[in-house]
C-alpha cells in the first residue's frame, strides 16, 4: 500500500533542508521546533503566545492525556484542538517514552506495556493498537508508533532486544493505522541505541515497512553529543529524501544547529521551558543565568534587538528579581522568551538554507553564543 | 497648608459616586478595583492582560519590595513603574499591614515598628517617616500612611489605643510628604475596628489633618459582611466629598457592590488572583468552582457573552483539566477571568451610576450570581 506524501522538500544546502509539512490543522514551515504542551497546556505560556513566537505545530503527550483527562472524553469534546483551543497542527508522542520515565511496575511483553499510573495507581496496558486508537481520538495530525527507548548506557543486547522489538511494534502500528482520515500521519521511531549497525538496520526496516515521517528516538538520554550526532550521521542517509525526520527529544540550540546541519527537519524538547523557569534566558548571545546576583541592579533587557516583547521591555534586573522572589511572571516571561529564541532560530535557519547560507549562518550564530553566562549545551 | 485635589466627582446616585482622579501616571475612573501585584508583579498575569482587562491602576506592597528588591535599589532603576514595566497608575501601601501578618518579632512602639524579614531574617524598623521615604523612592501614585491594623475581634481599649497611634502616626506622615513632586498624593486611614464612637472619631481626625484620600481599613478581617458595612456607614458621612475615599483589602464583588451604594470609590483585594488558583472563576451568574467534577465533560464556556477571550473561548471541561492537573495555565487563565470580571463588574458600575440606575444595576447584577457553585460572599 503506498502512502499520501504532504511533506515537500523545497531546498538542500548541503545536508540542510528546508520543506513544508501539509497537515490538516495546517501548514508547518521545517525545520520547526514543536513546543511540548505535555497534558494539553504549555507550562506558563498562553496559547496566542506559543502562536505569536512563531511556532507552527506543537506536541502533546499522550501518556498524560490517556490518563487525564482520558482519551474519549477528549474525542467526546471535539479532539485535542478544539479541547485545548490550539486550533494548529500537533503531534503526539505514543506514550511509551513516559510510561518508561513516570509510571510505575511496568512490564514490558510482546504485546505492550502493562504499568500503573502515576496518577492513581489504576493498572493500564498501552499496546501499538492501543496507542494508535489513543491518538485517533484525539485527532492528532501526526501520530507516533509505541516503541521501546532504552537508556543509555546498555548492553548491546538489550538496544537490540528493544529496537527489534520496536520495528515488530511499528508492522503493528502502521496496520493499526489504516483507515485514519485523509492527511493524518504516522512516524516510525529510529531506535538502535549507540550502536551503529542497529540504527542503520532499524531505519531499513523502518522504511521497508513504510511511514509518513520517520524519527530517531533514543537519543539525548545523556549520551555526548558527537554520539548523537554520530547516530544521526547512520540513520538519516537511509531515510527517504522525501519524508520528514524528526530528532525526538533535542534539544539544546546548539544540538538542533548540528542536527540540521545532517539533514533534520523537526525536534521537541522542554530545555526552552524547564530552563525557563529556573531562570535560564536563551539569547542570541548564549544562555543568560538571571538568577545571578550580577544581574541584579542591570537595567538592560535581555536583547534590546529582539523582535520578541519580553525580551525587549523588561531590565534583567527586573527579571532577576522575579525568578529570585519565585515570582509566577518570571518563569511565564523567560518560558516564552525561550521559546520565542527558539523559534527565532528555526526562523532563522530557514532563511539561511533557503538561501544556500547555512553554512555561514550556523558559524555565525555559534559565535554569538559564546558570551553567555552558561555553555551552549 | 491646603492639598491640591486631582479627584473630580462627576455624579451622584444616591450614595454612590462617579468619579476620575488624575495622577502623575494617568487617570483613574472611579469607583475603581484595583488588582494587587504584590512584590512588583501580578500572581500569574502579564502586564498587558491587566490592562486590557480595564485596570486603570494597581496596587504594591511596600514590606514585599521594601525586602526585595528594595526601595533604594527600585529608586536606581528609575521606579515602580519603569522597573515592573506598568506603566500606569500604582498605590502603595504603608507596608505595615503585612509587617503584622508575615514578619516575625514585630515590635509596635510610638516611634515605629521593628521586625524580622520573613526572607532573611534581618531586622528592620519601620517608622511612619521611613514608610513614607521608601514609597516616594518607589514613585507610588499614592501613598498611604503607616498605620496599625488590630484584628477583630479585639477589645475596645486594644482598638482605641491603635487608632490613636494611628492618629498621631498619620500627622508624621502627613509632614514626611511635604516636597513630594506633584501631583502625587497621600491617603490618611481611619481605624477604630468595629467601634462606631472610634471610627467617627478616627474619619474627623484625619479630616481634621488634612489627605489628598481617605482610606477605611482593619476591615474585611473576618468580621461580617453587616459590621463592615455599618462601619464604613460611619465613616463615609464624615469624608470630604471631594476627595476618594478606598475601602482596603475588599473585597468580594456583592462587597463592592454595596460599599459603592455606601460611598466606596476604590478597592483592592487579592481575591480575584488567589481564588482563581484554587479554581473558582467569578462570573456574571455568581462563582464556579472548577474544581468540581460535574465540570469534567462540559464544553460550554464560563460566559459565552463575556467580552474576556478567556471566559469565552475554553470550555470549562478545559479549565477543570487544567486545574485538576495542576497545569500553570489553569491558574493562569482564572486570575486574569477573575481580574476582568472585577473590571467588568466596576465598569457597570460606572455606566449605571453615571446613568442614574445604580439601584437597579445592584439588584439585577446580585441575582445574576444566585446562580453560581458557590454563595457570593
Known sequence: MTLSNSFTLLKQDGEARLGSLVTPHGVVRTPAFMPVGTAGAMKGIHWRDIRDAGADIVLGNTYHLMLRPGAERIARLGGLQKFTGWNGPMLTDSGGFQVM????????????VTFKSHIDGAVLELSPERAIEVQRLFGSDI???LDECVRLPASRDDIERAMRLSIRWAERSRRAFEG??????LFGIVQGGDVPALRRDSAQALVDIGFHG???GGLAV??????????IGEAAPLLPQDRPRYLMGVGTPDDMLEAVARGIDMFDCVLPTRNGRHGHAFTRRGVIN????????DPRPLDEESSWPGARDYSRAYLHHLIKSGEALGAMLLSEI????FQHLMSGIREAVGGGTFASFRERTRAGWAAGDLPPR
Open 222 to 231: 545523556g549520551e555526548p553529543q558527537e554520539v548523537m550526532l554520530a547516530m
Open 214 to 216: 520517520y524519527a530517531i
Open 180 to 185: 485514519a482520515p485523509d492527511g493524518h500521519m
Open 338 to 341: 525561550n521559546i520565542a529564541y
Open 143 to 145: 501520530a507516533m508508533q
Open 290 to 297: 538571571l538568577r545571578n546576583a550580577r544581574h541584579a541592579d
Open 101 to 112: 520515565s513516570l509510571a510505575q511496575l511496568r512490564k514490558v511483553s510482546e504485546q505492550g
